[in-house]
């Protein structure tokens, strides 16, 4: 069996076709379908991977977002590979989990939304970070 050679599609040499799409991508946002209804959207984002800043050691975890939309909503493989970019970052639990947070309410401006950030244990230590924001709350 032969195997079709394969082609370096990036004009950086070494970066693979998915890290560039990871690089270059953003959240992605469009027009809610029922604006005006108050429905909730509930996205699971179990392969989150990010650097502890203190000693570069990888932490796994499961990211849940919860949001009622308003006027837009986020766009699945534009949050799956916004949730990539963090695998190389050097980021602590709770600052990966506040930013995930703005970065979703500055895309979309929804109603609510809820952040729950679940670590995996290290050491004998397991971190659930969680965090909140309602429109016309500070």
Do not use: W
Not at 124 to 131: L, P
């Amino acid at each position: 069996m032969t195997h079709p050679q394969t082609q370096e599609t990036s004009s950086a040499p070494g970066v693979k076709y998915g890290e560039r799409i990871i690089e270059e991508g953003g959240l992605i946002t469009f027009p809610n379908p029922r604006p005006g209804r108050r429905y909730t959207i509930a996205i699971t984002l179990p392969e989150f991977t990010c650097k502890c800043p203190f000693s570069g050691y990888p932490d796994f975890g499961t990211i849940y977002v919860t949001y009622v939309p308003d006027q837009r909503v986020v766009e699945l493989k534009a949050i799956k590979l916004y949730i990539n970019s963090y695998r190389d970052r050097y980021i602590s639990h709770e600052e990966s989990a506040n930013q995930i947070l703005d970065d979703l309410v500055a895309a979309c401006d929804p109603l609510e939304i809820n952040v729950r950030a679940d670590y995996t244990p290290r050491g004998n230590v397991h971190t659930v970070v969680e965090v909140n924001h309602k429109k016309g709350e500070a």
